[in-house]
């Protein structure tokens, strides 16, 4: 009897193990179940992550092989690419933090979308400045030629010009020439022509109330000067014409003149000196010696002294004397 009792108490407690035993097993069974589950959901979430970053290395590597070819000799687009990398290397950088987190894998992919477009923005813009480049090197080049063309050109009237003016030159000495010796020999020949003035005499006369003119010495007494002279022969004078300019000179040293009373002004040829004259005589020359006198009324009191008297013809000195009254 005591023995069938322990044979029920050990059935008792085997099944109570055997519960246990299945609960746990199914507590296990349970656990590994969600455990599979964790590791799929991990899995597919990695498997995610991982084609996103493939897909952002893809677009990344892309855009710049693309930015690269791009990539020439002119200083100002190379430039702009390389902040265009720049750019795209803070956006890179940007996605593969949302794609760490692996809960922004959506908004990952909207970017990697987004550098696309920004690439593609880039290229276009790119293109468009080498584009240009180009075709400013061309025009640059064209310019260039033509220049190079307009240079020569210019070159060549430039050389024509100095060629010109080489010969103008030339031709400008040779009419200074000309004109030199033609002034110098038409000065001979007017020096030359000059009709000498000699026997040169001066007198003084007083006028009575009568009219009468008596001959005076004495400068008070004195009230007009007859000036006679000889104009002698010339062989290459010309005849016609001849203007003989008398100058009276008082003891001061001034030219005796009065503009109303027929005084002037000649031009001594040798020295190129203004002179005033007293009176100028006209002398129908025919080629041989002749005789002329002139007048010259006094105004107020003449001087006391030695005068001098210089008669020119052409503008040339062509005799001269002197007179005293006392």
Not at 155 to 178: C, G, H, I, Y
Not at 274 to 298: P, Q
Request: proline share 1%.
């Amino acid at each position: 009897m005591a023995e069938k009792k322990s044979n029920t108490q050990l059935i008792a407690v085997g099944s109570v193990i055997i519960i246990a035993l299945l609960g746990v097993i199914g507590w296990l069974l349970n656990t590994k179940s969600q455990q599979q589950d964790l590791i799929q959901k991990h899995e597919v979430q990695l498997s995610d992550a991982e084609q996103v970053k493939v897909e952002l290395e893809k677009e990344y590597y892309q855009a710049l092989t693309d930015l690269e070819e791009l990539r020439g000799s002119n200083t100002e687009l190379n430039a702009m690419i390389e902040t265009q990398k720049e750019e795209l290397k803070k956006q890179k950088s940007s996605i593969n933090a949302m794609i760490g987190t692996r809960k922004n894998l959506k908004d990952a992919r909207a970017e990697i979308a987004n550098l696309r477009e920004q690439a593609n923005s880039y290229l276009a813009e790119l293109t468009r400045v080498k584009q240009e480049n180009v075709q400013l090197a061309s025009d640059n080049s064209r310019l260039s030629d033509e220049k190079e063309i307009l240079t020569g050109e210019v070159n060549k009237e430039r050389q024509l010009n100095d060629e010109l003016l080489t010969v103008k030159a030339s031709l400008m000495e040779e009419k200074e020439s000309l004109e030199t010796d033609n002034s110098m020999l038409s000065t001979k020949v007017t020096r030359g022509s000059v009709v000498s003035v000699t026997d040169i005499d001066v007198q003084g006369y007083k006028v009575r109330a009568s009219g009468k003119e008596a001959k005076k010495k004495t400068a008070k007494n004195v009230d007009i000067l007859k000036i006679c002279f000889k104009a002698n022969e010339n062989p290459i004078t010309a005849q016609g014409n001849e203007e003989f300019y008398v100058r009276i000179i008082n003891p001061q040293g001034e030219t005796v003149a009065i503009e109303s009373a027929g005084s002037g002004v000649i031009t001594n040829v040798e020295t190129d000196e203004e002179l005033r004259y007293t009176k100028v005589k006209d002398i129908m020359y025919t080629g041989t010696d002749a005789n002329s006198c002139l007048s010259w009324e006094a105004e107020g009191n003449m001087s006391q002294g030695t005068y001098a008297v210089e008669v020119y013809n052409k503008g040339y000195l062509s005799g001269k004397s002197t007179f005293k009254l006392n």
